[in-house]
Nanobody, 111 residues
Framework: QVQLVESGGGLVQPGGSLRLSCVASGIIFRTAPVGWFRQAPGKEREAVARIQVTGTTIYEDSVKGRFTISRDNVKNTVHLQMDNLKPGDTTVYYC?????WGQGIQVTVSE
C-alpha cells in the first residue's frame, strides 16, 4: 500500500520561505516520477513542479526562479523549496509519486 506523508506547510509572510517534504512508502521510489501540485478552491489541480523519470525538472511559469523541487532516493522523499512566496501561492499543495496522491498540506502567504 502506497503512503505519502506531507509536511512543512504553514503560514508565512510575503517574501518568506517554506520547504515542503513528502515521504513515500510502499513504492519503488527511485524510479518514480514525482511532483508537487496545488489546487485552489473552485479550480483544477495544477502541476507546480515535477521531476520526470529522466531527471528533467519542469516548473509552472509563475514559480520559476522561486521554487526548487528535489528528491532524496535514500530517504524516499521529495522536497519543494519555496522562496519569495507571494499571496497568490496560498492554497493546498499535494505531493504526487507515480500517480499516487498525498493528503494535501496548506500553505498560506499573508501579512
Amino acid at each position: 500500500q502506497v503512503q505519502l506523508v506531507e509536511s512543512g506547510g504553514g503560514l508565512v509572510q510575503p517574501g518568506g520561505s517554506l520547504r515542503l517534504s513528502c515521504v513515500a512508502s510502499g513504492i519503488i521510489f527511485r524510479t518514480a516520477p514525482v511532483g508537487w501540485f496545488r489546487q485552489a478552491p473552485g479550480k483544477e489541480r495544477e502541476a507546480v513542479a515535477r521531476i520526470q523519470v529522466t531527471g528533467t525538472t519542469i516548473y509552472e511559469d509563475s514559480v520559476k526562479g522561486r521554487f526548487t523541487i528535489s528528491r532524496d532516493n535514500v530517504k524516499n522523499t521529495v522536497h519543494l523549496q519555496m522562496d519569495n512566496l507571494k499571496p497568490g501561492d496560498t492554497t493546498v499543495y499535494y505531493c504526487n509519486v507515480f500517480g499516487n496522491w498525498g493528503q494535501g498540506i496548506q500553505v498560506t502567504v499573508s501579512e
